[in-house]
């Protein structure tokens, strides 16, 4: 049979979750010939002073956040000679982290190699997310990191050697707020672009960086998600949009695997139990401007409840909705939730008359 199952779908406009998580761990791949293995970090302090100067600068740019660092930098190094990345993706599938990156020297192999496992990983309930050099993945899960030419006047960045910096930024970034135009104050410059090449840009799924004459920064916090359905409506190609849709599944998650799952009987009332703390959630998500006020619910779904008492051969014709939904269904908790995500204000259109 298995292990017991939560099976929670995610729509654009039905999410569930329980119990406020802080996001802001960033994954980090090495290589190299020195300090080998799993670093777990707080803050530049413990940076291995083995490792090479580019080593300690690509993990130094990952904790500089945006508008607070990120809570925890996890890296893991592998040999200098190392053929590809199995080792440091086996360590990573037992961690918990938000964005993944490679080495400063990530290639298109070893950016394709993190992008198949964060599908598989995700495919298997697992919530993680990868910043990547060039990598137009289709996916609300990879970042596709695309700007060029970056400095700080002294230093020159390639794409893959930035990773951990806009990893690091996007962890930084509160809920409640997008990373569209946070500014990356240690440079100096970029490969510049027109405004037609960064709406192109942009539209194709690309993170990029723009110079607004003062100052560099982020162009729009938008993934490399370009194919939607109408269970991921265009909402999913904003970075804000699936951090919050990955924050609540998690917390919903763990919170009925630890609270939940095999520690209450299979009753109405204890299903009730679980949407009030569902409920509550949504409460705390909405008073801290992630969820639009008064715009979540969540219930017993009933028509999913009707088909299953249907599956298992129980004629549902004469029963009220309320007999539906008090009708025991064996080991199976079958919920109907509906919220709004609140988006960040990105676009203002301004009529003046004079």
Same mark, same amino acid.
């Given at each position: 049979?298995?292990?017991?199952?939560?099976?929670?779908?995610?729509?654009?406009?039905?999410?569930?979750?329980?119990?406020?998580?802080?996001?802001?761990?960033?994954?980090?791949?090495l290589k190299?010939? /020195?300090?080998?293995?799993a670093h777990?970090?707080?803050?530049?302090?413990?940076?291995?002073?083995?490792?090479?100067?580019?080593?300690?600068?690509?993990?130094?740019?990952?904790?500089?956040?945006?508008?607070?660092?990120?809570?925890?930098?996890?890296?893991?190094?592998?040999?200098?000679?190392?053929?590809?990345? =199995?080792?440091?993706?086996?360590?990573?599938?037992?961690?918990?982290?938000?964005?993944?990156?490679?080495?400063?020297?990530?290639?298109?192999?070893?950016?394709?190699?993190?992008?198949?496992?964060?599908?598989?990983?995700?495919?298997?309930?697992?919530?993680?997310?990868?910043?990547?050099?060039?990598?137009?993945?289709?996916?609300? /899960?990879?970042?596709?990191?695309?700007?060029?030419?970056?400095?700080?006047?002294?230093?020159?960045?390639?794409?893959?050697?930035?990773?951990?910096?806009?990893?690091?930024?996007?962890?930084?970034?509160?809920?409640?707020?997008?990373?569209?135009?946070?500014?990356?104050?240690?440079?100096?410059?970029?490969?510049?672009?027109?405004?037609?090449?960064?709406?192109? /840009? #942009?539209?194709?799924?690309?993170?990029?960086?723009?110079?607004?004459?003062?100052?560099?920064?982020?162009?729009?916090?938008?993934?490399?998600?370009?194919?939607?359905?109408?269970?991921?409506?265009?909402?999913?190609?904003? #970075?804000?949009?699936?951090?919050?849709?990955?924050?609540?599944?998690?917390?919903?998650?763990?919170?009925?695997?630890?609270?939940?799952?095999?520690?209450?009987?299979?009753?109405?009332?204890?299903?009730?139990?679980?949407?009030?703390? #569902? =409920?509550?959630?949504?409460?705390?998500?909405?008073?801290?401007?992630?969820?639009?006020?008064?715009? =979540?619910?969540?219930?017993?779904?009933?028509?999913?409840?009707?088909?299953y008492l249907?599956?298992?051969?129980?004629?549902?014709?004469?029963?009220?909705?309320?007999?539906?939904?008090?009708?025991?269904?064996?080991?199976?908790?079958?919920?109907?939730?509906?919220?709004?995500?609140?988006?960040?204000?990105?676009?203002?259109?301004?009529?003046?008359?004079?």
């Amino acid at each position: 049979m298995g292990l017991p199952n939560i099976n929670i779908t995610f729509s654009t406009a039905a999410r569930n979750s329980i119990a406020r998580s802080q996001k802001g761990v960033v994954a980090v791949i090495l290589k190299d010939s /020195a300090a080998t293995g799993a670093h777990i970090l707080t803050n530049v302090s413990q940076i291995p002073t083995a490792l090479s100067a580019a080593n300690k600068t690509y993990l130094r740019q990952a904790f500089l956040g945006y508008v607070t660092p990120p809570r925890k930098v996890i890296a893991y190094v592998l040999e200098a000679d190392a053929e590809d990345y =199995s080792e440091a993706l086996d360590y990573f599938a037992t961690q918990q982290f938000d964005y993944l990156v490679g080495a400063p020297d990530c290639d298109a192999t070893q950016a394709a190699e993190i992008a198949t496992w964060i599908t598989a990983q995700r495919a298997a309930g697992a919530i993680y997310k990868a910043v990547l050099p060039d990598k137009a993945a289709d996916s609300e /899960a990879i970042i596709n990191f695309a700007a060029e030419g970056m400095t700080d006047g002294t230093n020159t960045y390639t794409t893959a050697a930035y990773c951990a910096r806009i990893a690091g930024l996007i962890a930084g970034t509160p809920m409640n707020i997008s990373c569209t135009y946070a500014p990356l104050p240690e440079l100096t410059d970029i490969k510049r672009l027109t405004k037609d090449e960064m709406d192109e /840009a #942009i539209d194709a799924g690309k993170l990029i960086l723009m110079h607004d004459g003062q100052k560099v920064k982020v162009a729009r916090g938008v993934n490399s998600l370009q194919t939607t359905s109408d269970s991921k409506g265009p909402s999913f190609k904003k #970075i804000k949009i699936v951090e919050a849709v990955d924050m609540i599944r998690r917390d919903i998650t763990r919170t009925a695997q630890d609270t939940y799952i095999g520690k209450y009987a299979n009753t109405y009332d204890n299903k009730m139990v679980l949407c009030t703390a #569902i =409920s509550d959630y949504f409460k705390t998500l909405e008073q801290a401007g992630i969820l639009r006020s008064g715009g =979540s619910s969540v219930g017993i779904d009933v028509e999913a409840q009707e088909a299953y008492l249907q599956s298992k051969g129980i004629d549902t014709s004469d029963m009220s909705e309320q007999e539906i939904k008090e009708y025991n269904t064996d080991d199976q908790v079958l919920l109907k939730a509906t919220i709004s995500i609140l988006d960040a204000i990105e676009d203002i259109a301004l009529a003046i008359t004079i």
